[in-house]
């Protein structure tokens, strides 16, 4: 057995548990109180802030609209309804089968939105499938070991089309002291970790905002010299 098989089996059974306490909260702590509304109204603030002010790196003289999107840490959907009025198809994945229940629920009507429950660590659920970009947002905050959020970033690393963009956050804050297998207060990474890991997994780490703090944001773009995906 997988020496992380009890890690990600606790995390999903724990992200079940908190789906079912308050989905919303635990996917944005900002309030306990949310309304459907005003929590899908976050997700498109930050699809602001994250992407639609980072379009020239993302999109790379692409047509959204033609772009395969990949979210990893879907949650309930909440950044993933407003990446689907955006991009042409959105891919969601997220370890807590609570979760994705509920994000289908509430996105039903959105034809180009895929959710999918995957195991915690890989993309394996995807497939071969071919994507224009990644991205994922107060997810890997929450992983406490350093393998797990590498493992995710090598299979992006896969699925992404050359010159592509992974952008995602990680913990920065190397004051966090976090258990091996504490499923809320992820590992953190130095700004010297993260460069390391995106050139092991064949990644460009050409930008980096927020090195120490909690919302350390990462641009690792796919070398172009990699395999063409198809």
């Not at 498109?44 to 002010?53: A, C, D, F, P, S």
């Not at 429950?117 to 970009?133: A, C, I, Q, R, W």
Request: net charge negative; charged share 25%; glycine share 8%.
């Amino acid at each position: 057995m997988d020496p992380l098989h009890p890690l990600l089996k606790k995390m999903e059974r724990e992200w079940d548990q908190r789906a079912r306490k308050n989905a919303l909260y635990y996917v944005n702590t900002e309030r306990t109180d949310w309304t459907e509304a005003d929590f899908f109204l976050s997700g498109r603030r930050e699809v602001e802030e994250q992407i639609l002010n980072d379009m020239g790196n993302i999109c790379r003289g692409q047509d959204p609209k033609t772009m395969r999107v990949l979210e990893i840490g879907c949650g309930a959907g909440r950044v993933t309804s407003a990446l689907s009025e955006v991009f042409g198809e959105v891919h969601g994945v997220d370890v807590s089968g609570e979760m994705v229940q509920r994000a289908r629920q509430i996105l039903a009507g959105r034809p180009n939105v895929f959710l999918y429950k995957n195991n915690g660590m890989d993309l394996s659920v995807l497939g071969e499938v071919p994507f224009d970009f990644a991205f994922s947002i107060v997810v890997f905050q929450h992983i406490p070991h350093h393998q797990v959020v590498e493992s995710y970033v090598r299979e992006v690393h896969r699925l992404l089309r050359p010159g592509a963009l992974f952008k995602f956050q990680v913990q920065g804050d190397l004051r966090v002291r976090n258990e091996p297998d504490d499923t809320w207060i992820g590992a953190p990474f130095s700004d010297e970790q993260i460069v390391a890991m995106g050139r092991r997994c064949g990644f460009d780490p050409r930008y980096r905002s927020g090195a120490g703090e909690q919302y350390f944001t990462v641009w690792f773009f796919k070398n172009r010299g990699s395999a063409e995906q198809p």
